[in-house]
């Protein structure tokens, strides 16, 4: 009986002790003395003392929750620098691939947190869009006068009838300065055809690359999951809508001269270059030895056609669709942010006591009508 009550004595001393020990007590376990803290031997028997838990287990280490703005700043920031980077190395050999990266680059600048570049990065990339825009839209075109060879055009007919225009060497044409050619606007049809290869060519390197679209610009995979209705938004109008009529060109083809640049000269009695003397009933005209029967027309110059007077030779006159700005007009429903009012929760972000499950509590979305672009495209 007495070995009975000794073992119950232990077994209620152990379990104590275990109880004392996980509430972050120590008791000794040969005096069943309760230990003052941080001593590691009893000071009633002398006997060493096990470690309490805190010090066995450790504190857990708190779970950091990452910044979600500032992972998104980082994201964007190195975007545009790989877009920049990549703009610069083919502006020379591919123009039109370089400014839908410049393009991307100014979308993007809008989710980096200011002060992270210096105001002369901006204004680096707005110049390299402008820089490239007007390389696609201007150049050489070819000159008229010379036939495109930059040589001086001398008319041997009017010395021999069975030799026409010789070219020659070493003599500049006086219209070009011997550049085979005049600073002018190209067709308006291959600016676009030019704008639009260069679109998908940007757009298939940036799908293999794993970037994900966005409206017109690209961002990453880790940068779109972590993005807000507003971000989206902002992103989605930083990059410029094509007019419907000349998809960022600003110009349309001269309906006048049907883009060549050149109509039939309206001088009076210029017939292909040549005046032609009219003669009256009655009179004799003379001609010397060393005259000719036709003269060339002052106005044209023996060309028999003179620069279309409605688009300046050029070809192409400013898009009436968008007045020369090569931009989409902008949407009325949104007035251009992209983002209009929940419908579902009428702009409170709040549904039955919950955030509502169309705009997850932000109380806006992207607009219907443009679907975020800001623009109306169609």
Request: hydrophobic fraction near 35%; charged fraction near 25%; include cysteine.
């Amino acid at each position: 009986m007495n070995k009975r009550r000794f073992w119950m004595a232990v077994t209620v001393c152990a379990l104590w002790g275990a109880w004392a020990w996980a509430q972050g007590l120590v008791v000794c376990k040969s005096c069943g003395r309760e230990a003052k803290p941080g001593a590691t031997a009893c000071d009633h028997c002398k006997t060493a003392l096990p470690k309490p838990k805190e010090a066995e287990t450790g504190a857990k280490p708190e779970v950091e929750v990452p910044d979600n703005a500032a992972e998104i700043g980082r994201g964007a920031a190195a975007e545009v620098e790989a877009s920049v980077k990549q703009a610069r190395e083919l502006e020379k050999l591919q123009p039109e691939v370089a400014l839908s990266y410049y393009q991307n680059a100014l979308a993007l600048m809008r989710l980096v947190p200011a002060g992270t570049y210096p105001a002369t990065v901006g204004e680096a990339i707005l110049e390299g869009n402008k820089r490239t825009m007007q390389v696609l839209q201007r150049g050489l075109v070819p000159c008229k006068k010379c036939g495109g060879t930059g040589k001086y055009q001398l008319d041997m007919g009017k010395v021999d009838r069975k030799k026409g225009v010789k070219s020659l060497e070493g003599v500049a044409c006086p219209a070009c300065k011997g550049q085979a050619g005049i600073m002018g606007y190209r067709d308006a049809t291959k600016v676009m055809a030019a704008v639009q290869q260069g679109r998908n060519e940007f757009e298939r390197r940036q799908m293999v690359a794993g970037g994900v679209k966005i409206g017109r610009a690209f961002v990453p995979a880790e940068v779109e999951k972590r993005l807000s209705n507003r971000q989206r938004a902002l992103v989605m109008t930083g990059v410029p809508v094509p007019c419907p009529e000349c998809h960022l060109a600003a110009r349309q083809t001269c309906t006048a001269c049907r883009a060549s640049g050149w109509v039939k000269c309206d001088q009076e009695n210029c017939v292909q270059g040549l005046l032609k003397e009219t003669r009256k009933a009655g009179t004799r005209l003379e001609k010397r030895l060393n005259e000719e029967s036709a003269k060339k027309c002052p106005k044209c110059e023996g060309l028999g056609e003179i620069r279309c007077p409605t688009c300046s030779g050029s070809g192409g006159v400013a898009c009436k669709k968008c007045d020369g700005s090569g931009l989409a007009p902008r949407c009325t429903r949104c007035t251009g942010t992209g983002l209009m009012a929940c419908a579902k929760c009428k702009g409170t972000g709040q549904v039955k006591g919950g955030p509502c499950p169309e705009c997850k509590g932000e109380t806006m979305v992207l607009c219907t009508t443009c679907r975020g672009e800001g623009a109306q495209s169609r």
